[in-house]
């Protein structure tokens, strides 16, 4: 805008300069060569400039103030949402070492996202991951624009990921709570974060293999859900069962903490799926109402399954079948109707409720807080069914194709890229589990488990009674 008005006010002033060295001549047939040459020199240098600025989108200051909300409120998701969550599922002699082990979690890969996560993962066009063009956010400064969310600044799209990253990394805490060594949590997340995290996001979100293919993940259900759910599976087996598991009470030590815990995962969960709209507009509209709808089904089709199976609804129940349905409609959010996600969160409290009771008896692991069967079996689910609910005809946006969308061809997609996340979050926990293991041990001596990780971990307590 600054040079084309420098443009017009120097060809104003050559129009003057023109008219008075013109004025002993023939001042009209003078005058009008003038203005004929600036008109003419003016529009050549004003168009090209004039086209830029139409082409290159500026930045929103609604979109940038929408993913700022949106990142705040997914960091509230995992601290304290998440951590209270896992808290209050624990034995009381376990609090603190769950608080402090996602607390850190959180913590350590914000900073390794920005060092090198961001750039394996968004930048580059790898088919695996990207490249280090951008190694501790090289290049970015305060007015760079996204390359992939041109309306808001470059730092903002990395924090909001950031925070994704973190998350989802976090959530595999709850397999192998109460068991493992506070520095074995810590370098298990590194390597996980770095060769399954990243490569993941690359490979779904920042144009890598299974990009190119189309799948429909709207916020997560492959990247974060089934990524994390395989982890703390593999986790389970490798760690083993807590001592006394099947002979001893394991209850929650606090409902209240988990109710707490759950009602600000559902708060936050709101930035994590209307934030990946990536703007404040329709979509994101679109995103959070479907998040009300689904999570609200969820946990009303989890305690009637558990009133008509069990004899009685549960508050853990209630707040397990919320998570269910928020993991569900995640990939979801942005592509089906709210009438879909209704359906969708129906479905997805009832086979959850399943896959933390019959199939988690089928898989003999003692995953302590279900992070596979609510995180796991909900993505799988939400991932398969977003192919599904996605078409016009069921009242979805038609996902990335809406001219030539097909629910067989999509749901055939959608299984391929959950098929893929199993075999690579499977394969990478393994190694880094056992990679661990060799380095620092995974898991606490038996007389320390006893007494509880709180004090033999971290020296402190929960509660003083």
């Known amino acids: 805008m600054k040079k084309t008005l420098a443009l017009a006010v120097t060809a104003l002033s050559v129009l003057f300069a023109g008219a008075v060295l013109a004025q002993d001549a023939a001042p009209v047939e003078a005058v009008s060569e003038v203005v004929t040459t600036v008109v003419e020199t003016t529009t050549a240098a ?14 929103d200051s609604g979109d940038v103030a929408w993913m700022l909300t949106s990142t705040m409120l997914v960091i509230l998701m995992t601290i304290p949402g998440l951590a ?41 066009e790898g088919k695996f991951v990207g490249d280090l063009s951008k190694i501790f956010l090289a290049g970015i400064t305060p ?21 994704f990253a973190a998350i989802t990394t976090a959530l595999i805490v709850g397999s192998f709570a109460e068991r493992i060594k506070f520095s074995a949590v810590i370098l298990f997340s590194v390597i996980w974060f770095t060769f399954s995290y990243v490569p993941m996001a690359h490979i779904v979100w920042g144009g890598g293999l299974l990009g190119a293919d189309g799948p429909l993940d709207f916020a997560g259900g492959t990247v974060v859900h089934i990524n994390a759910g395989i982890a703390g599976l593999v986790g389970a087996y490798v760690l083993g069962k807590r001592i006394g598991f099947g002979r001893e009470s394991f209850a929650p030590h606090s409902l209240t903490l988990t109710m707490v815990g759950a009602s600000l995962l559902w708060v936050g969960w709101f930035g994590f799926n209307a934030g990946s709209a990536g703007a404040a507009n329709g979509v994101a509209g679109l995103a959070f109402i479907n998040t009300v709808v689904a999570t609200g089904a969820a946990t009303v089709a989890w305690i009637g399954g ?97 001219d030539t969308f097909s629910i067989g061809s999509q749901v055939w997609i959608q299984i391929k890229s959950v098929l893929f996340t199993i075999v690579w979050s499977g394969v990478v926990s393994f190694i880094a589990y056992k990679l661990v293991d060799i380095f620092v041990g995974l898991r606490v001596p038996e007389e320390e488990e006893r007494e509880g990780l709180d004090v033999t971990s971290h020296g402190e307590q929960a509660y003083h009674y």
């Open 143 to 163: 007015d760079t624009p996204s390359a992939i969310l041109a309306t808001i600044p470059e730092y903002v799209f990395v924090v909001f990921q950031s925070t």
């Open 306 to 402: 558990e009133a008509l199976f069990k004899g009685k609804p549960s508050m853990l129940g209630a707040a397990s079948g919320a998570v269910a349905g928020l993991v569900a409609i995640t990939p979801a959010a942005g592509f089906v109707g709210p009438m879909g996600a209704i359906v969708l969160g129906l479905i997805s409290g009832l086979v959850c409720l399943w896959g933390v009771s019959g199939l988690k008896r089928m898989l003999g692991a003692d995953d302590a807080f279900d992070v596979f069967g609510v995180h796991g079996v909900g993505g799988i689910v939400g991932a398969i069914l977003t192919g599904v609910f996605a078409s016009q005809s069921l009242g979805g946006t038609g996902g990335l194709t809406p």
């Open 84 to 124: 209270l969550f896992y808290g209050g599922l624990a034995r009381s002699k376990n609090m603190l070492s769950v608080l402090m082990q996602v607390f850190v979690i959180f913590s350590v890969i914000t900073i390794l996202w920005c060092i090198y996560g961001y750039s394996l993962a968004f930048a580059g």
């Open 46 to 59: 004003v168009a090209p400039a004039a086209a830029a600025e139409e082409a290159a989108p500026a930045i």
